[in-house]
């Protein structure tokens, strides 16, 4: 049973540019979501899909946008990449009950704005 | 706004010493609480979580953790730690939403290092 898994490993962005990561969620999950974390800090939340539609937001600009697919499988944009957006970037699954969600991670993605 | 709060950023412990790493966060409604671990090199990994029920949860490896409403704490214990357990602990808090949407607000983390 294939666990989480994100694309690319690492990559490496100047800035203005753009950048699309991609996440498969674990075998049985319907809700996929995104968090940043930044060097020696705890991940924080970006966003959380569930049925193709954003359902939660935290506190990051509109320069960062998703998509979750019919096969629940999510991407995470960042426009307009700033130094200051250089982290790992984590994607999370879960079986969404509403109460008892368990949120299983991938190994991230490592991304460098130079 | 949620807040997760981890008390000690760095613990340096020998091999069969006993491990407690502080967890406090702040939200006055239901809460669910994690305890990641993230080794070496590898993703973070569930170690236990509480939903409701017995405070005193037990996890993998041989950790547990307590919850204790009163004080709003959530601390990850073992009795006797082994150099296999270095590695940087994250505690969880996940609030759900109206909607039923849950996201977990982490702490900042604690790095453990173990020494034979």
């Known amino acids: 049973d294939a666990g989480v898994t994100q694309s690319p490993t690492h990559l490496i962005k100047t800035r203005g540019q753009q950048v699309t990561l991609r996440c498969s969620p674990k075998s049985g999950h319907d809700t996929v979501s995104w968090y940043q974390q930044a060097l020696g800090q705890g991940p924080q939340f970006i966003f959380q899909?569930?049925?193709?539609?954003?359902?939660q937001r935290g506190n990051f600009p509109d320069r960062f946008s998703g998509h979750q697919f019919p096969n629940y499988s999510s991407e995470l944009n960042v426009n307009a990449l700033l130094l200051g957006d250089s982290a790992l970037y984590l994607c999370?699954?879960?079986?969404?009950?509403?109460?008892?969600?368990?949120?299983?991670f991938g190994p991230g993605t490592r991304l460098t704005v130079l | 706004a949620q807040s997760v709060s981890q008390h000690n950023h760095h613990v340096i412990l020998s091999e069969a010493a006993s491990l407690e790493l502080g967890c406090n966060y702040s939200y006055g409604g239901t809460v669910n609480l994690f305890w990641y671990v993230q080794y070496p090199g590898q993703h973070l990994q569930l170690l236990l979580k509480y939903f409701s029920g017995d405070p005193l949860v037990k996890g993998i490896k041989g950790f547990e953790a307590e919850f204790i409403k009163s004080k709003f704490s959530f601390n990850l214990r073992k009795p006797s730690v082994q150099w296999s357990d270095t590695a940087e602990y994250f505690c969880?808090?996940?609030?759900?939403?109206?909607?039923?949407?849950?996201?977990?607000?982490f702490g900042a983390g604690t790095r453990l290092a173990v020494h034979p």
């Open positions: 969880a808090v996940n609030a759900p939403s109206s909607g039923g949407y849950n996201k977990l607000i």
């Open positions: 999370a699954s879960s079986y969404r009950t509403g109460v008892t969600d368990t949120q299983y």
């Open positions: 899909y569930y049925e193709e539609e954003e359902r």
